[in-house]
């Protein structure tokens, strides 16, 4: 094969993929790690890619890129319902029980699910804190829950409640279970998203919970956008719908974190 088409099928495995790696495009081509890195540096000079430690990416795959709450909400809907049936099951059984779902479209599918939940006989209504303008919206006329919205000032691009007022009511508050979302799930730069704002107060979530579940559909994994707000090692659970590839699986399994493949 010439190069020319072989850096056209990478081309076109990075826009189909969000994301490729040295080793695996080297096997898929049968040539050298070097030979792929030199494919993948001319693809960058091209800008049809941008190249990353251990591969590359697509070139809209910016640490600080975000799409818009609208733009989301219409996207990967079967892998986020599948994640959100498989969080619906570890809510609390207890006679009471208290969770946090942090802002962003999985979780807000969780909210959809919970309007329709019914908690075990004699139990009081489950207490959901949440920092989402649209989650505490949706949950607002559900009986089986008790509603607490976090106060502070709301980003229009994901509709979350951030800032110092924010944090500082989590700083107060036990749950026994927070749900939270992520952009990036990385090996080594852990769990991660665009925005500071929005990453101090998923910090913060991180912090008041006994147990911390997350949230996050197979495009993340492997990603790192620009703020890390929790280590591989803070978070308890990582609820997904596709095994991680190799080097993340054996970086959540060294950081005791359990997988769940919706």
Wanted: aromatic share 4%.
């Amino acid at each position: 094969m010439f190069a020319e088409e072989r850096q056209l099928l990478i081309a076109e495995l990075v826009t189909e993929w969000g994301r490729v790696t040295v080793n695996d495009l080297a096997a898929r081509f049968n040539v050298t790690p070097e030979t792929v890195r030199r494919d993948l540096s001319t693809l960058e000079d091209n800008r049809q890619l941008r190249r990353v430690h251990g591969g590359a990416v697509a070139t809209d795959r910016q640490s600080l890129s975000e799409p818009s709450l609208e733009q989301r909400q219409t996207q990967r809907l079967d892998e986020k319902s599948r994640i959100a049936t498989a969080a619906l099951a570890m809510m609390p059984l207890g006679r009471t029980g208290s969770v946090v779902l942090d802002a962003g479209t999985t979780t807000e599918r969780l909210a959809d699910l919970l309007c329709d939940w019914v908690p075990a006989p004699g139990a009081d209504p489950l207490l959901v804190i949440t920092n989402a303008i649209p989650i505490a919206y949706k949950l607002s006329g559900t009986d089986a829950v008790q509603l607490h919205i976090l106060g502070g000032r709301v980003r229009g691009l994901t509709r979350a409640i951030v800032g110092r007022t924010t944090i500082e009511q989590l700083e107060a508050l036990r749950p026994d279970i927070a749900f939270i979302g992520a952009n990036g799930v990385h090996p080594d730069f852990g769990f991660s998203t665009p925005d500071s704002v929005e990453a101090a107060v998923k910090s913060a979530i991180v912090r008041s919970a006994r147990r911390v579940v997350a949230l996050a559909d197979s495009s993340k994994l492997g990603e790192e956008t620009l703020v890390r707000f929790a280590t591989l090692g803070e978070i308890d659970t990582l609820i997904t719908d596709a095994a991680p590839h190799p080097e993340l699986a054996a970086a959540l399994a060294a950081a005791d974190v359990e997988v769940v493949i919706a």
